[in-house]
């Protein structure tokens, strides 16, 4: 999984949209993944990451943040884009650290 590709966070957002991860997911009540186009929920086991990035900020290095492009078990694909380091929301932290990451297929 080639990492950091993009050089921003909107960069990284339009050319995933771009690909068909045109959904965007919200942690729920600490034990789900709420799809915000269609309202399907889903647990961690439900979901893969395809892939991830992680940005620090242009004008302040602590401003950190990583974008999930990830996949359900239903074939909804979308973005999850939170902070990281000290200002990570922890409950998505142990959320998406409980999400399988995707195996890709060698070229």
Do not use: C
């Not at 186009?37 to 979901?47: L, P, Q």
């Amino acid at each position: 999984m080639k990492l950091n590709q993009y050089t921003s966070v909107a960069h990284a957002t339009q050319a995933l949209r771009k690909r068909g991860f045109k959904d965007d997911f919200k942690l729920e009540e600490k034990k789900w993944m709420r799809n915000l186009n269609n309202k399907k929920k889903y647990k961690s086991g439900d979901m893969s990451i395809v892939e991830y990035h992680r940005f620090e900020g242009m004008s302040n290095p602590s401003d950190l943040s990583i974008l999930f492009a990830v996949e359900t078990h239903s074939g909804d694909k979308g973005i999850i884009v939170s902070s990281y380091g000290m200002y990570a929301d922890m409950d998505l932290v142990e959320f998406m650290d409980k999400v399988r990451v995707k195996e890709r297929a060698s070229a």
